[in-house]
């Protein structure tokens, strides 16, 4: 019975050891791994972060600290605290591409559009962004003369005009190839350059003279509500796909 006895507690010694060697073997692996899981969140944690490439700082690259200058004597000759939105414009670390209705391309500015947000002055300072494509500043309250430069020094596909208190004469230059200065008080005659004007909507002005000759490129014509004489012969093209002569002085 003893010999039994001392026997079981020695098998009994034996299975211990057994069983607590396996449990260190276990615990040391698993602290292996929890200590590699650690060494990869710190390494990930103390990684460079890589900003994407639309960010504000990449996409702006181009632009100069005169064309922010010229962007903020724009927003305070059209009543700038008085816009209906003006989220960050004049707040440099908020990136120029980031002012409302500012939008960039390749390093630098592509259009401005600030439609009906209640601008209230005379269009200024545009003369450094010579890749503007597009600007549409209708249905505000600007007055003052239509600035010749938005014209000749800038790269404009589409003008949008339309629907202010603008005065004087339209620029005696080349047309882009959108132009609606619509809904203003415009004198004078229409320029005699016209160049690859595809839409040309100048009606509820007080324009007078004759129609120019238009390229065939013209697609859409509104001159109604002036005191223009259109000249049907000779200045319309087969392109035309909308015509409007209404409240004209006109002759065959």
């Known amino acids: 019975m003893v010999l039994m006895i001392a026997l079981n507690k020695g098998y009994h010694n034996i299975a211990h050891r057994h069983h607590h060697g396996y449990v260190g073997a276990m615990s040391g692996w698993l602290l292996r791994g929890v200590l590699l899981v650690c060494l990869g969140l710190l390494l990930l944690s103390t990684s460079p972060i890589t900003l994407p490439a639309s960010s504000a700082v990449g996409v702006q690259a181009a632009i100069t600290p005169a064309q922010i200058s010229d962007l903020n004597v724009f927003y305070n000759a059209t009543g700038g605290p008085n816009w209906t939105i003006k989220t960050n414009w004049g707040d440099q670390g908020a990136g120029v591409c980031n002012w409302y209705g500012v939008t960039c391309a390749s390093g630098d500015i592509s259009s401005i559009e600030l439609v009906n947000n209640n601008l209230y002055g005379t269009i200024t300072r545009f003369t450094l962004f010579t890749q503007i494509k597009s600007a549409n500043l209708s249905r505000n309250a600007l007055y003052g003369t239509v600035p010749a430069a938005m014209f000749t020094m800038f ?98």
Not at 161 to 177: C, R, W
Not at 181 to 206: C, E, F, I, K, Y
Not at 219 to 245: A, C, K, Q, V
């Open 155 to 252: 790269n404009f596909l589409t003008i949008n005009l339309s629907y202010n208190n603008l005065n004087g004469t339209i620029p005696s230059v080349t047309y882009p190839n959108y132009l609606d200065v619509s809904h203003n008080n415009l004198v004078g005659s229409l320029p005699s350059s016209t160049g690859s004007v595809a839409h040309l909507d100048v009606s509820s002005n007080r324009l007078t003279g004759t129609l120019p000759f238009f390229s065939s490129s013209l697609t859409f014509l509104d001159i109604s509500s002036n005191d223009i004489s259109p000249g049907f012969s000779s200045y319309f093209t087969s392109s035309l796909n909308y015509l409007d002569i209404s409240n004209t002085r006109f002759s065959g």
